[in-house]
């Protein structure tokens, strides 16, 4: 008996692990139920008396020894292998992982080039609610009651009220910021509208506008169409002409529609511009006087002009876009074309 333990003392002692699995397959070996030297105690039952004391404890201590040289060598592997690769901890010195930069929108491109346009020459960008009563939206801007823009067919009502609907233009905000300002007012309104209509590569019922208002004393026709003139070459290229067509819009007096020169052909005609060599791209005029005065500015003393385009026409002007859709798609592939605009 005595000698089995000495030889179990010393393969314990011997013992080295590499890894937890090696650990293992000793603690089976040495201390599990059906172990060596649980095998030992089964023995120590059947030792004559006088012996018992000395042989008992030297199996103590051989239990003992193997316990404690399994939990040391545990603590060792851990330390040094098992739990460190575990948490995976990464290579600090390896070059970070690269992530790609995305792009702006093109509409977002569009809107801020538009905006930046007026912003050198004085203007300041003012924003409103989407959500628009009837004064802002039709009444205050001189809409008659009977006039077919407020049909259910254009308008998207907010529940049965009929004084709650989302705006379909953002001249809506311009009508605030008269109610809240004093001229001389410069200010254009960048936004999103909502119209009923009918989903096409050149229509979609949520769109874009950025739209102009300028109010001061003596403000002429003369001036708008410089202005526009100018909007239109830092647009389109310096070499870009506008004409203005006469419209008409219950809230300007006299209204026009501007057309520039088309930037794709340069003038002999081609299918964007339908062999006319023109584009037209917003609406224009003076403001009503009816309307200044709704908005408590003395129509005798200002005089003012309004403007509004379409961010999307002009986004399909800009990047030869030829269906609108693209634009609400998200086609991954299609945005990431916009990446070197700003
Ligand atoms: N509000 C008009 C529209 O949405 C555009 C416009 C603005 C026309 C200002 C004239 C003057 O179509």
Known sequence: MTEKIKALLQEVEAFKAETHEQL?????????KKGLIPALFQDFKSVEPAMRKEIGQQLNELKNFATDKLNQIREQLEHTTGSIQNQDIPDLSMPADQYPLGARHPLSVTRNRINGIFEKIGFVI???????????????????????ARDMQDTFFIGKNPDLALRTHTSSVQVRVME???????????GRVFRNEAISARAHCIFHQVEGLYIDKGVSFADM??????FAREMFGEKTQIRLRPSFFPFTEPSAEMDVSCSICGGP?????????????????????????????????YSGYAFGMGIERIAMLLFQVKDLRMFFENDLRFLRQFKAAL
């Open 180 to 190: 809240s300002q004093k001229p001389p007012i410069r200010t254009i309104s960048p």
């Open 24 to 32: 293992e397959a000793f603690r089976v070996k040495m201390l599990s």
């Open 225 to 230: 169409r410089q202005t526009l003139l100018y």
């Open 126 to 148: 003012s924003e409103g609610p989407e959500m628009e009563d009837d004064w802002h939206n039709f009444s205050a801007l001189n809409f008659p009651e009977e006039h077919p």
């Open 269 to 301: 005609g081609c299918p964007v511009c339908k062999y006319t060599g023109w584009l037209e791209i917003m609406g224009c005029g003076m403001v009503d006087p009816n309307v200044l005065e709704n908005c408590g500015i003395d129509s005798k003393t």
